[in-house]
């Protein structure tokens, strides 16, 4: 069973359990698959690919940490909570990434590739690591390593 379907039958669950926050998330994230179909040119009754899905819901996680991370700097802590809640159902669905020792064996591997000495060459070492290891790690950890490594 895909993702989407999965998302599809979790609305029923969360409405048995009385999970308002997890209702929330799902009808959500429903919407969010919705949009991307319409997108995409598709009929909004049609089903994304786990790929796709995947990739709405990142995106959903994301606007959830840059909320958090306003209404911290902003002294909401009301607001940080519910966006926190919302997160944790997110993340649910969302592959553990990986680590930045495993990112790290990776780069090196295509640093030494790409014959990449100079910090010139740190733009296309960063797209040769990203093509890799698309939704495998986070963006901002592979930023990190490959720039430790010049």
């Known amino acids: 069973m895909s993702l989407h379907v999965d998302i599809k039958n979790g609305i029923k669950d969360a409405m048995k359990a009385k999970d308002s926050v997890r209702l929330a998330v799902l009808r959500g994230l429903t919407a969010a698959f919705t949009n991307e179909l319409v997108a995409k040119g598709k009929m909004p009754q049609d089903e994304l690919s786990d790929d796709d899905a995947l990739t709405v819901i990142r995106r959903t996680a994301k606007q959830r940490k840059d909320s958090i991370e306003q209404f911290k700097t902003n002294n909401r ?74």
């Open 77 to 150: 802590q009301d607001l940080v909570d519910s966006e926190e809640a919302e997160l944790a159902v997110l993340q649910t669905f969302i592959p553990q990434m990986m680590s930045k020792e495993d990112i790290m064996k990776i780069a090196e591997s295509k640093k030494a590739e790409l014959g990449a000495t100079d910090k010139a060459k740190i733009g296309m070492l960063m797209g040769a690591v990203q093509k890799e290891l698309k939704g495998k790690a986070d963006g901002g950890d592979i930023k990190e390593v490959v720039e430790s490594l010049f």
